[in-house]
């Protein structure tokens, strides 16, 4: 009976992970700074990047490096850091709206890095969800 248990449990959790994986097809990886500075700072750059089988960020408070896991079928880096530049939050590449970076809450508002010129800051027109600005460009 133990035997059977285990068994169970086992088919249990490799389905699990089957699952899991299977969220985006195709997936490809990338690892990139994202400026930000605490746990609230985690969920709100999750929150913003994540999308359904397309793409899945997850950003590590300590080195404020994310891993992009997108399927370059739907998505791609770009699209994603601009989803979290409107949140609020710069990269490398991606500036954030000052409007955006405002509306942080006090705790999360980084010390912005000097950026050169070839960064490219995000806003979005008043009243218009970033999500319909992107598909019109």
Not at 11 to 18: A, N, P, Q, R
Not at 81 to 89: D, M, Q, S, T, V
């Amino acid at each position: 009976m133990k035997s059977l248990i285990n068994n169970v449990m086992a088919v249990i959790l490799l389905l699990s992970v089957t699952f899991a994986s299977a969220q985006i097809k195709n997936a490809k990886t990338e690892t990139v700074k994202i400026y930000g500075n605490c746990e609230m700072c985690k969920k709100t750059i999750e929150k913003a990047a994540n999308v359904k089988g397309e793409a899945t960020v997850i950003w590590n408070v300590d080195t404020k490096m994310a891993t992009l896991t997108f399927d370059p079928a739907k998505t791609n880096p770009d699209e994603i850091l601009r989803r979290i530049a409107a949140a609020g939050y710069e990269s490398d590449i991606y500036l954030a709206s000052n409007t955006a970076y405002n509306k942080l809450p006090h705790c999360c508002q980084y010390d912005k890095p000097v950026k050169n010129k070839q960064a490219e800051s995000i806003t979005t027109p008043k009243g218009v969800p970033f999500c319909h600005q992107m598909k019109s460009e």
